[in-house]
T-cell receptor
Framework: KNEVEQSPQNLTAQEGEFITINCSYS?????LHWLQQHPGGGIVSLFM???GKKKHGRLIATINIQEKHSSLHITASHPRDSAVYIC?????????????FGEGTQLTVNP | KAGVTQTPRYLIKTRGQQVTLSCSPI?????VSWYQQTPGQGLQFLFE???????NKGNFPGRFSGRQFSNSRSEMNVSTLELGDSALYLC???????????FGPGTRLTVL
């Protein structure tokens, strides 16, 4: 079993829909990251969180440390949101920046 | 500020050769991490450098090595290339270890 599990693996939505991507992890963590990867490979860091909730524009990320679970929400989705969304965790045992990644969720938003 | 840059962007090598990839972090960032991404294994951590010292190493064979220079630029080297080393190699930098990481565009290595 992977240390970081994401669901769903693939998600297709219509423009304007509310989207949720889930991430569960099995280790104690000091931080959880949500990343976005567009075709061509470039990765952008969306959020780094260790508790509660963060919001940036139409994106919201939440984390429940007790349940070892995080969600990424996209409100009013748009075709430009189509990308792979990756959850990654930094273990509490790690002193540096080492991340362990989920397999990613391929999101396609149709106009 | 300029972002993280990686050179070269694309590389084709043959089995048995060696390769060196370069990463220039964002100015002022002292932590540099390297990752390998393949369709089968996804993203995997290779190693992390901070102030010219390797802080962490992932579960990769000794053929994979790296270093960091005093200006924080980093290189990774893969010797005796195998077909399975074909991947996208990503570098990420952060001001300090544990901060938000900023990723470079990656180097796509193809081993024939």
């Amino acid at each position: 079993k992977n240390e970081v599990e994401q669901s769903p693996q693939n998600l297709t939505a219509q423009e304007g829909e509310f989207i949720t991507i889930n991430c569960s992890y099995s280790v104690g963590i000091s931080a959880l990251h949500w990343l976005q990867q567009h075709p061509g490979g470039g990765i952008v860091s969306l959020f780094m969180l260790s508790s509660g909730k963060k919001k940036h524009g139409r994106l919201i990320a939440t984390i429940n440390i007790q349940e070892k679970h995080s969600s990424l929400h996209i409100t009013a989705s748009h075709p430009r949101d189509s990308a792979v969304y990756i959850c990654a965790v930094r273990s509490r045992e790690t002193s540096g920046s080492r991340l362990t990644f989920g397999e990613g969720t391929q999101l396609t938003v149709n106009p | 500020k300029a972002g993280v840059t990686q050179t070269p962007r694309y590389l084709i090598k043959t089995r048995g050769q060696q390769v060196t990839l370069s990463c220039s972090p964002i100015s002022g960032h002292r932590s540099v991490s390297w990752y390998q991404q393949t369709p089968g294994q996804g993203l995997q951590f290779l190693f992390e450098y901070f102030s010219e010292t390797q802080r962490n190493k992932g579960n990769f064979p000794g053929r994979f090595s790296g270093r960091q220079f005093s200006n924080s630029r980093s290189e990774m080297n893969v010797s005796t290339l195998e077909l399975g080393d074909s991947a996208l190699y990503l570098c990420a930098s952060s001001p300090r270890a544990g901060d938000t990481q900023y990723f470079g565009p990656g180097t796509r290595l193809t081993v024939l």
